[in-house]
């Protein structure tokens, strides 16, 4: 499975932006997937994920009501829809994937087998 995410840039916070995954390799529909960040000196966190049945979604607490993970799987790519950044969201964003089952989404990093290559996203104050 090979990822592309793309979307990122600088923006004021309070900003949005949406990023992009595009997945290709496998039938894209058999795949959960998930957005992690990394900021400068943090270790790489977990920001939302989906399952391969895209109804089932979670995120971490820091981004609930803000952030949306959608997939459409007519594309093979997934989404993160974020919106009222804040500086604190400045990090490299990634996409990851792995196959899937049913509705189970996954959290943590080493759930995933394939990932994407970042993307910046830069929120300013």
């Known amino acids: 499975v090979q990822l592309q995410a793309y979307g990122g840039g600088l923006v004021h916070a309070g900003g949005s932006l949406r990023l992009s995954c595009a997945a290709s390799?496998?039938?894209?529909?058999?795949?959960?997937m998930g957005w992690f960040r990394q900021a400068p000196g943090k270790e790489r966190e977990f920001v939302a994920a989906?399952?391969?049945?895209?109804?089932?979604?979670y995120y971490t607490d820091s981004v609930k009501g803000r952030f949306t993970i959608s997939r459409d799987n007519a594309k093979n790519t997934v989404y993160l829809q974020m919106n009222s950044l804040k500086p604190e969201d400045t990090a490299v964003y990634y996409c990851?994937?792995?196959?899937?089952?049913?509705?189970?989404?996954?959290?943590?990093?080493?759930?995933?087998?394939?990932w994407g290559q970042g993307t910046q996203v830069t929120v300013s104050s």
């Open positions: 390799g496998r039938t894209f529909s058999t795949l959960a």
């Open positions: 989906i399952a391969k049945i895209g109804s089932y979604t």
């Open positions: 990851a994937a792995k196959i899937g089952v049913g509705g189970r989404y996954y959290l943590t990093a080493g759930d995933y087998a394939y």
